[in-house]
């Protein structure tokens, strides 16, 4: 018999809804006493000391960026290995993205190239923990303090992610989250800057209400990039599921673990000290496998299984960026080499024992 097993299913259940028409009767829908409410919880879970809600990831990682006083002239090194935003971000504040390296076993950022790319026009590093894996936030934070540059983190996959026992969000000295449908919690759409940094807070907010002091009074060009209560709602019931969903997600990825060992597969490589959270569940198909990766992928899609590519072209390769400075032989390798296969928290046992099943059986063909 054949199953349906997506590569992402959002949750959304009867308490979201309820949540959610709350927000609707009472009127206010915009952003109101709901987003401060899901903003200081999320900040005390992050365990930073502010956190203000945007509209998306992306405007997160913009207004960050715009916060810290990165503009034109300025560089801000990120990884090739990512999704676009990361990047783009960097370019609408004017300033120029250049592009890092990541490492082989996590796809994270490597302190490594990152230190090769250091020079006086660069202000700021944001590094990505890739696919609910912190990076290597203690080398990285070594080369920040010793050139006196900003440490970004972009947790947009990694709510809930740990080193040391310290939480995503907290780690650098801005963090940035996505809430978008596939994400580790969801708010529909949605993003959070966190932050101890009481300055930056406060130049944030100003910056996400179109640069207003107060009502109608502009004291710099800023953006309509607030979140909604209704947003917030279904965000603070996610918020009390999120543990539990990334304890299912990281059964999940155990199980992969365990029963793809000898299918070939590659599978995620978690480092020492670090709370995976895996947002998405990457193997790599290696040289010699008797598959090629789009053949994997189509033979699982004959049985039910959903499968994605995270990400087919390295940002340093895409049109608008291709030229810019910095060799990345890793990225260039991962990005055709690498499958997701789901991992959420709608994937029970029966699906999983199905997945590996289907796997082995593709291999023993």
Same mark, same amino acid.
């Given at each position: 018999m054949t199953?349906?097993?997506?590569?992402?299913?959002?949750?959304?259940?009867?308490?979201?809804?309820?949540?959610?028409?709350?927000?609707?009767?009472?009127?206010?829908?915009?952003?109101?006493?709901?987003?401060?409410?899901f903003e200081s919880r999320?900040?005390?879970?992050c365990g930073v000391g502010h956190a203000i809600g945007l509209n998306s990831g992306t405007a997160a990682l913009h207004a960050a960026l715009l916060a810290a006083g990165i503009g034109p002239g300025d560089e801000v090194i990120v990884p090739a290995f990512t999704f676009f935003a990361t990047a783009s971000a960097v370019s609408m504040c004017g /300033?120029?993205?250049?592009?890092?390296?990541?490492?082989?076993?996590?796809?994270?950022?490597?302190?490594?190239?990152?230190?090769?790319?250091?020079?006086?026009?660069?202000?700021a590093i944001i590094g990505v923990h890739l696919f609910g894996q912190p990076f290597d936030i203690s080398a990285v934070r070594d080369l920040c303090d010793d050139n006196d540059l900003l440490l970004i983190e972009d947790a947009a996959q990694?709510?809930?992610?740990?080193?040391?026992?310290?939480?995503?969000?907290?780690?650098?000295?801005?963090?940035?989250f996505s809430f978008y449908p596939t994400k580790n919690m969801t708010t529909g759409e949605g993003g959070m800057v966190t932050t101890d940094d009481a300055d930056l807070a406060e130049r944030v907010r100003l910056l996400i209400n179109h640069g207003q002091s107060q009502k109608y009074l502009h004291t710099a060009i800023g953006y309509n990039y607030r979140m909604t209560n209704m947003g917030a709602a279904?965000?603070?019931?996610?918020?009390?599921?999120?543990?539990?969903?990334?304890?299912?997600?990281?059964?999940?990825?155990?199980?992969?673990?365990?029963?793809?060992?000898?299918?070939?597969?590659?599978?995620?490589?978690?480092?020492?000290?670090?709370?995976?959270?895996?947002?998405?569940?990457?193997?790599?198909?290696? /040289?010699?496998?008797?598959? *090629?990766?789009?053949?994997?992928? *189509?033979?699982?899609?004959?049985?039910?299984?959903?499968? /994605?590519v995270h990400?087919?072209?390295?940002? *340093?390769?895409?049109?608008?960026?291709?030229?810019?400075?910095? *060799?990345?032989?890793?990225?260039?390798d991962l990005a055709v080499s690498v499958v997701s296969l789901p991992v959420h928290p709608g994937v029970g046992d029966e699906e999983l024992e199905y997945m590996c099943g289907a796997i082995r059986g593709i291999v023993s063909l």
């Open positions: 199953m349906d097993v997506p590569i992402a299913r959002p949750f959304i259940g009867e308490e979201e809804i309820e949540a959610v028409v709350r927000v609707i009767r009472s009127g206010m829908l915009a952003q109101g006493s709901v987003v401060t409410e999320f900040a005390e879970y /300033a120029t993205p250049v592009f890092a390296d990541v490492d082989p076993r996590t796809f994270n950022i490597d302190p490594d190239s990152v230190a090769r790319l250091i020079q006086p026009e660069v202000r990694a709510h809930g992610a740990e080193v040391g026992g310290r939480r995503a969000g907290s780690l650098a000295d801005i963090g940035c279904i965000g603070l019931v996610q918020l009390d599921r999120l543990e539990g969903f990334n304890e299912r997600r990281i059964h999940n990825a155990r199980y992969l673990d365990r029963h793809l060992a000898g299918t070939g597969l590659v599978t995620p490589y978690a480092a020492p000290g670090v709370r995976h959270v895996y947002h998405q569940y990457v193997v790599k198909i290696p /040289a010699g496998y008797p598959l *090629s990766r789009d053949e994997f992928m *189509s033979a699982l899609a004959g049985q039910g299984i959903g499968t /994605a990400y087919p072209i390295p940002v *340093s390769r895409q049109p608008v960026y291709e030229g810019e400075r910095g *060799s990345c032989p890793v990225s260039e």
